[in-house]
């Protein structure tokens, strides 16, 4: 366990940008301004807001405090697309990333999480007669999301990810998969599915609407397959003014109405548009053909809230870095539940004043490892009954249950909240 309080370090700059000095403010306008979108490729944006300082990475697996202390950094500057609704960090680039070494993303430890997984590929099977037919994942991770496709079938499968782990899949259909740790590139476009399937890997890419282009050029191999693809929904972020789901590793941000303009710009018309997974996911089908597709009009929505966002962000970044301060006074003790993406933005935009030690996560590869950027030790939910904390931080409202009859089963009765 860690060695007593967290060494504090300078912490991340985090500002709405109506709030940022003039010298700051105008460059930065003059980014947005310079700024091509990488969706409709229409010129100049308007930035909103902006993170400084923060981790390139949210869920590699860091084995010391000093490495996770150390870790590179860079700046997130949200610049939004009045034209067609798109949001892209305008000083992006992937130059500072690596999703080869230890990167830790899987979700399906979660039994909700899990029962949204498999009830998709359900789906899809059963939407589009996936049965003795081939399967394509771009961006799969470790092949959890694959291995029921394809044992749902049965099916045929290749996935393309840098970060699969081979030997630690199991699954009844593992012969009938193949894996190529890579990233995918318009040199493996030769590779096609009856269903070509990109679950959150687009909103990791900058140029997105090339990247849309490869997925349709894949899928025209095969005459009438399925593209799917799925993002987190940016209008609830906005809405919520949920910060801790802005960070460096998302280049790009969707709503619905801005997804459906991006398959149609790459070639792919939208056939079936919603959102999934209590609302916080946007889940596209989409074939190769842009016309007759679905639209969505939400360009006046998403324009007034990114006005709002910006206008009322740093009051919600404030009221939480308040929260932890009175804790702390009070000397009561608050743990994170989830030790991912969500917890190392809330963190690291909080600044280094924030008095967490523990981010707890059931994935157990996470287990002894430290946060990016902040240092946090993640533990296990048993960790807890010596611990005894007092408030619980579910960093997802979607596992609230889930963590309250964990909570409950090892006698322990904190307060518990999401964000």
């Known amino acids: 366990m860690p060695e007593g309080r967290l060494a504090r370090q300078p912490g991340p700059v985090t500002i709405p940008l109506d ?50 202390l150390a870790y590179p950094t860079a700046d997130v500057l949200l610049g939004f697309c009045a034209r067609c609704g798109f949001i892209q960090n305008l000083v992006y680039t992937s130059e500072v990333q690596d999703y080869t070494s230890d990167y830790e993303e899987t979700q399906g430890f979660s039994a909700h999480f899990a029962e949204f997984a498999q009830a998709l590929a359900r789906r899809l099977v059963d939407s589009y007669q996936l049965r003795d037919k081939d399967v394509l994942e771009v961006g799969g991770g470790k092949g959890d999301f694959l291995a ?20 630690r899949l199991e699954s009844e259909a593992l012969d009938r998969m193949t894996f190529l740790r890579e990233f995918f590139t318009e040199e493996l476009t030769h590779l096609t599915g009856d269903l070509v399937c990109c679950r959150h890997t687009l909103e990791h890419v900058g140029p997105v609407r090339e990247f849309a282009r490869l997925l349709r050029q894949s899928a025209a191999h095969t005459p009438g397959s399925v593209v ?101 006074a009070d000397g009561r003790r608050p743990v994170l539940w989830g030790a991912g993406s969500k ?45 005894q904390p007092d408030l619980v931080v579910a960093m997802n409202p979607a596992y609230l249950e889930e963590i309250r009859r964990d909570l409950h089963r090892m006698g322990l009765r904190p307060e518990l909240e999401s964000v």
């Open 228 to 328: 799917y693809l799925e993002v987190p929904d940016t209008l609830r972020v906005l809405r919520e003014r949920a910060f801790w789901d802005i960070y460096y590793e998302h280049a790009s941000y969707f709503t619905l109405g801005s997804l459906a303009r991006l398959t149609a710009a790459a070639g792919l018309s939208a056939i079936r548009l919603e959102l999934g997974f209590d609302d916080q996911y946007l889940l596209c089908d989409a074939r190769v053909g842009s016309e007759g597709g679905i639209e969505v009009d939400d360009l006046g929505d998403v324009t007034a809230a990114v006005a709002d966002f910006a206008a009322s962000c740093g009051a919600a970044i404030r009221g939480w870095q308040e929260r932890f301060s009175a804790l702390a």
């Open 148 to 167: 029921l496709l394809c044992e749902a079938g049965p099916n045929r499968g290749v996935g393309v990810d840098p970060a699969y782990v081979p030997g």
């Open 19 to 68: 709030s940022i000095p003039h010298d700051r403010r105008r460059r930065a306008l003059e980014t947005g301004a310079a700024a091509v979108c990488r969706a409709c490729e229409g010129a100049g944006m308007a930035p909103f807001y902006e993170v400084r300082g923060v981790p390139v990475h949210s869920v590699t697996l860091l084995p010391t405090r000093r490495e996770a």
């Open 343 to 387: 917890a190392v933005a809330l963190l690291n935009t909080l600044g280094p004043q924030t008095q967490v030690e523990y981010a707890v996560d059931i994935n157990p590869f996470k287990h002894g490892t430290y946060l990016a950027g902040t240092g946090q030790e993640c533990v296990s939910p048993e960790f807890l009954e010596e611990y």
